[in-house]
């Protein structure tokens, strides 16, 4: 099966870039310097999310997501530990069961990579991806490793001169660019690693809009971003970003497209935010 066509590749794609919608603003680097001045986020912000899917032309809430950030450790190095979880609820259990869990640590110095974690259940399959971070030569070294649903372990070394991210990290380290740079029809390379390999995906800026978060009646000024993969020899829109335009950068809405139907992710609450929320309309 074609990974765009499962349901669980698009969610767990969408809910796991939800901050690459500003790796447009990401300049590429010729080494490996990964840190960044983080003026974002701080110790304790927590994101909740609703997934909905298109059912015959109605619309049902088939699943949540939360994120976290607070303040840790790592190796003794201080950190920000970020968290994701997804899950599936009934209905969606009745098609495909997903459980998944993201893990990152990040420098609390500069916001350079440190480690990352991914288990993902999907259906009767569960896998875990790791990468370990060192930074020998100003070169960014990672070490890889997955178990596969059938058990087998692989591991790699990979070392590349400039700066590589994983799904989470970029997370943190995007959300601290200036949004005010950008011009509608940008496109932009995203290359991010998982234990395997980088891929082969890209962002393209559509502009701005405004965003209404049900429930909480909150409208947001938005900017919308594209994200799309190569596969197949052909360039197919997955998802479509709405992130808050101020220095937060908070994700509000996902638009999802699948193969057999379309999917929804919108923020449910936020607590914690490190900064005013000045995209909000009063």
Not at 3 to 32: D, E, F, G, N, Y
Not at 36 to 42: L, V
Not at 234 to 254: A, G, M, Q, S, W
Request: hydrophobic share 35%; with cysteine.
């Amino acid at each position: 099966m074609k990974k765009r066509t499962t349901m669980s590749h698009i969610v767990r794609k969408a809910l796991w870039s939800l901050p690459l919608c500003l790796m447009s603003l990401m300049p590429m680097q010729a080494s490996a310097q990964c840190g960044i001045e983080n003026k974002a986020f701080g110790n304790g912000e927590f994101l909740t999310y609703d997934l909905y899917f298109n059912w015959k032309f109605v619309w049902i809430k088939v699943g949540s997501a939360s994120m976290s950030t607070v303040t840790s450790t790592f190796r003794g190095q201080p950190a920000y530990r970020t968290s994701l979880t997804t899950r599936g609820n009934s209905k969606l259990d009745g098609v495909f069961v997903m459980r998944d869990t993201l893990l990152s640590y990040c420098s609390a110095a500069d916001l350079s990579p440190l480690y990352f974690r991914k288990g993902a259940l999907e259906g009767s399959r569960y896998y875990v991806d790791e990468l370990w971070y060192s930074y020998p030569r100003n070169h960014s070294r990672l070490r890889m490793h997955r178990i596969d649903a059938d058990g087998e372990q692989h591991w790699q070394e990979k070392e590349y001169s400039d700066c590589v991210y994983d799904m989470m990290s970029i997370f943190l380290r995007a959300r601290n660019f200036d949004g005010s740079k950008l011009k509608e029809g940008d496109i932009i390379p995203m290359p991010i690693s998982d234990a395997r390999n980088l891929s082969n995906s890209w962002l393209t800026y559509r502009g701005k809009d405004t965003f209404k978060v049900d429930g909480t009646g909150e409208k947001f000024r938005c900017l919308v971003f594209s994200f799309y993969e190569r596969e197949d020899g052909k360039n197919h829109e997955l998802i479509r970003f709405y992130i808050t335009d101020d220095t937060n950068h908070i994700p509000v809405r996902l638009d999802m497209f699948l193969s057999f139907g379309s999917a929804k992710v919108f923020l449910k609450g936020y607590k914690g935010v490190r900064s005013p929320m000045t995209s909000k309309i009063k």
